[in-house]
């Protein structure tokens, strides 16, 4: 069983910085995308920041200048620093891995969330 355990994050003042860790328990066939996703209170859960297999980043609109991401070259660990934070990034951060476990068979992966807040 594939678990993603998530650290760093908690509470910090408006304009401060946090940083996240996710670390996956194994390692997989064939990595699809690492990144990161946050749920506010009342709204849907939105993409912050994603890179896949070759690199390549997506970000969030609201995020984009702001947040960094970022996977080490085994591909097991992904990081997001968050600088110039503002109340509205308030909420709960999840880690999510898309990844092949076997040739032909994918799935997607998500950690337990870790709940940031950022005061005004």
């Known amino acids: 069983q594939v678990h993603l355990v998530e650290s760093g994050g908690g509470l910090v003042q408006a304009g401060g910085s946090l940083r996240l860790s996710c670390a996956a328990s194994q390692t997989f066939y064939a990595i699809i995308a690492m990144g990161w996703y946050r749920q506010a209170p009342g709204k849907e859960r939105e993409l912050v920041a994603t890179?896949?297999?070759?690199?390549?980043?997506n970000y969030g609109e609201s995020v984009k200048g702001r947040f960094t991401v970022a996977r080490d070259s085994a591909l097991t660990t992904v990081s997001l620093q968050m600088n110039s934070l503002r109340p509205e990034d308030t909420g709960v951060y999840y880690c999510n891995v898309r990844a092949y476990t076997t040739m032909t068979a994918h799935d997607s992966y998500w950690g337990q969330g870790t709940q940031d807040t950022v005061s005004s």
């Open positions: 890179v896949n297999r070759g690199g390549g980043i």
